[in-house]
């Protein structure tokens, strides 16, 4: 595994790679987080989405919803890297990380005075259609909580 990694990260030079304990893409300054111990599987899948981030050019988002769509976009992308590696992403890890993605979306848009889902209007209010209220949720951000290791969300990072 770690010899597989060592491989993409000297083939993907021109992105900057940072150690660090957790797998992330910082758009503002254009690298890429990762583990350096990374062990499993898994680790080597988490890299190349990271990697389908930078490829793509990927921004912070606006509106929560264009977050989905970016990893989608990102998960696309590593598929298609990883074929180069003889590498199989499995569908299954794609869907998990993506329901949190959707988990987190799902909860900041439910209206708290009536449990409607709502409209985001700006990247921090969202409009009940239902009551008309309107709430405020933190700026937009990347949830990096997987459902099995539950960790706290980086600002900024995708
Ligand atoms: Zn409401
Ligand atoms: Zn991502």
């Known amino acids: ?40 599987e898994a680790d080597v899948w988490k890299l190349l989405h990271e990697i389908g981030h930078a490829l793509l050019n990927h921004e912070r988002f606006r509106i929560d919803i264009e977050l989905i769509h970016m990893e989608i976009a990102a998960w696309s992308k590593a598929k298609q890297i990883a074929k180069k590696y003889d590498i199989e992403i499995l569908d299954n890890h794609i869907q998990d990380c993506l329901d949190t993605y959707r988990d987190w979306l799902y909860r900041r848009s439910i209206c708290p005075n009536c449990m409607s889902t709502g409209l985001q209007d700006t990247a ?13 949720v933190s700026a937009s ?11 706290a969300p980086v600002a900024g990072a995708l």
């Open 1 to 40: 595994m770690q010899n597989t990694i060592n491989t993409i990260l000297s083939e993907y030079s021109t992105i900057q790679f940072l150690e660090d304990t957790m797998y992330f893409w910082s758009p503002k300054n254009r690298e890429i987080h990762y583990k350096k111990s990374a062990s499993t």
């Open 141 to 151: 951000r990347t949830c990096r909580t997987y459902r099995k290791n539950q960790r």
């Open 124 to 136: 921090s209010v969202y409009r009940c259609i239902n009551c008309l209220n309107t709430w405020r």
